[in-house]
């Protein structure tokens, strides 16, 4: 009986510590990727983190860091999806022909219309907007903000799930932008109408197991955003677009299926302004802090400063085309001393629609490195 038991301790201690010593010698074979869309708790940040924090960080550290992590994903998405025709998953939700949608910062509730905005929200909002249009003006700046939609803005009409509805009611940012018209002349765009025109005209504009928009997406939002700075601007049906590689996305690999679901086009363009060739004069390609800076020889040509979020990547070839030197930063990566170095004739300020209602926290950021 004796060695039954020291049968059944030995044997459930190997359960329990076999997997991590079998995970020493097999992780380099393994896929190890930071798939999340956030930076991977570390022992530092629970050593950190007050008392009463304390173990809820750790809990989110032992996730972050659990072996197997992407491989058990992977099946955990394989089984829902081809078993139970659904899928489990905090962060991403499956749509119509396997398009994914995003499920945090309030896109789903966005989408549907749920969330109301306060007369608080809405004046902090407009305050901090005129204040930088204050600062850019006393500098003979010129300022737009451009508020990219939401993937499911854009495409939850198509391929959101039929149990998804929708309120009728307006939106956060709707709500927000006509206030702002309403009661300021800041001049702020949302290419919503473009991006579904283009869409409906057969371009797909975001990519498909992803957060953002594709090169057709970035392309059409440069263009409204030139239309609001009074420049030329270009259709894109009059441009030659060619398919890339296949792609996956941000979103596929949330459930590890980056692998499985990377059937995507990474769509291009020809014919915009071939006869410029901007210049890449320094770059920092850090996750999700990307920053660029370009020149061209346009003659007489002016600066731009493009401070914003990942959507920026897909407008910088089009942009910097109509520049003479042209810089693109997130907006956390921006340092004092930034805006008076480059000496911009025109600032860009872009917001992502789910991102929009804090970005008034970092616009006074900013404007306290520019004093």
Not at 330 to 357: K, L, M, Q, W
């Given at each position: 009986?004796?060695?039954?038991?020291?049968?059944?301790?030995?044997?459930?201690?190997?359960?329990?510590?076999?997997?991590?010593?079998?995970?020493?010698?097999?992780?380099?074979?393994?896929?190890?990727?930071?798939?999340?869309?956030?930076?991977?708790?570390?022992?530092?940040?629970v050593?950190?983190?007050?008392?009463n924090?304390?173990?809820i960080?750790?809990e989110?550290?032992?996730?972050?860091?659990?072996?197997?992590?992407?491989?058990?994903?992977?099946l955990?998405?394989?089984?829902?999806?081809?078993?139970?025709?659904?899928?489990?998953?905090?962060?991403?939700?499956?749509?119509k022909?396997?398009?994914?949608?995003?499920?945090?910062?309030?896109?789903?509730?966005?989408?549907?219309?749920v969330?109301?905005?306060?007369?608080?929200?809405?004046?902090?909002?407009i305050?901090?907007?005129?204040?930088?249009?204050g600062?850019?003006?006393?500098?003979?700046?010129?300022?737009v903000?451009?508020?990219?939609?939401?993937?499911?803005?854009?495409?939850?009409?198509?391929?959101?799930?039929?149990?998804?509805?929708?309120?009728?009611?307006?939106?956060?940012?709707?709500?927000?932008l006509q206030?702002?018209?309403?009661?300021?002349d800041?001049?702020?765009?949302?290419?919503?109408?473009?991006?579904?025109?283009?869409?409906?005209?057969?371009?797909?504009?975001?990519?498909?197991?992803?957060?953002?928009?594709?090169?057709?997406?970035?392309?059409v939002?440069?263009?409204?955003?030139?239309?609001a700075l009074?420049?030329?601007?270009?259709?894109?049906?009059?441009?030659?677009?060619?398919?890339?590689?296949?792609?996956t996305?941000?979103?596929?690999?949330?459930?590890?299926?980056?692998?499985?679901?990377?059937?995507?086009?990474?769509?291009?363009?020809d014919?915009?302004?071939?006869?410029?060739?901007?210049?890449?004069?320094?770059?920092?390609?850090e996750?999700?802090?990307?920053?660029s800076?370009y020149?061209?020889?346009?003659?007489?040509?002016?600066?731009?400063?493009?401070?914003?979020?990942?959507?920026?990547?897909?407008?910088?070839?089009?942009?910097?085309?109509?520049?003479?030197?042209?810089?693109?930063?997130?907006?956390?990566?921006?340092?004092?001393?930034?805006?008076?170095?480059?000496?911009?004739?025109?600032?860009?300020?872009?917001?992502?629609?789910?991102?929009?209602p804090?970005?008034h926290?970092?616009?006074?950021?900013?404007?306290?490195?520019?004093?």
């Amino acid at each position: 009986m004796k060695k039954i038991v020291r049968c059944y301790i030995v044997g459930f201690v190997l359960v329990l510590v076999l997997p991590y010593l079998v995970y020493l010698y097999v992780a380099k074979y393994l896929d190890l990727e930071n798939h999340e869309n956030h930076e991977l708790v570390t022992m530092q940040d629970v050593l950190d983190a007050s008392w009463n924090e304390k173990t809820i960080i750790l809990e989110d550290c032992i996730n972050d860091h659990i072996p197997y992590k992407n491989e058990l994903t992977k099946l955990n998405t394989l089984v829902d999806i081809n078993i139970f025709k659904s899928l489990d998953s905090q962060s991403v939700l499956l749509g119509k022909d396997n398009w994914l949608f995003y499920k945090k910062d309030n896109c789903l509730e966005d989408y549907c219309r749920v969330l109301s905005v306060s007369e608080e929200e809405i004046e902090d909002t407009i305050t901090s907007m005129q204040n930088l249009r204050g600062y850019c003006n006393e500098h003979g700046i010129e300022l737009v903000y451009m508020i990219t939609p939401n993937k499911e803005s854009i495409y939850g009409d198509l391929y959101m799930p039929d149990y998804v509805k929708v309120a009728e009611k307006p939106s956060r940012v709707e709500i927000f932008l006509q206030s702002i018209t309403n009661e300021t002349d800041v001049n702020i765009i949302f290419p919503e109408v473009e991006l579904k025109a283009a869409r409906d005209a057969g371009y797909q504009v975001y990519k498909k197991y992803d957060t953002h928009w594709n090169q057709l997406g970035g392309y059409v939002g440069t263009m409204r955003l030139l239309e609001a700075l009074k420049m030329d601007t270009q259709d894109l049906g009059a441009l030659t677009v060619y398919s890339g590689n296949n792609i996956t996305g941000d979103l596929a690999n949330m459930i590890g299926m980056g692998t499985v679901y990377n059937d995507d086009i990474d769509y291009r363009l020809d014919g915009y302004k071939d006869n410029i060739q901007p210049e890449l004069i320094e770059e920092r390609d850090e996750p999700n802090l990307k920053y660029s800076h370009y020149r061209t020889d346009i003659p007489d040509g002016k600066t731009i400063v493009c401070i914003g979020d990942s959507f920026l990547e897909a407008t910088e070839e089009y942009l910097a085309k109509n520049y003479k030197e042209s810089y693109f930063m997130h907006i956390s990566n921006y340092v004092e001393g930034t805006i008076e170095a480059a000496d911009p004739d025109v600032i860009v300020i872009t917001s992502t629609e789910r991102a929009f209602p804090g970005l008034h926290w970092s616009i006074d950021n900013m404007l306290e490195l520019c004093k």
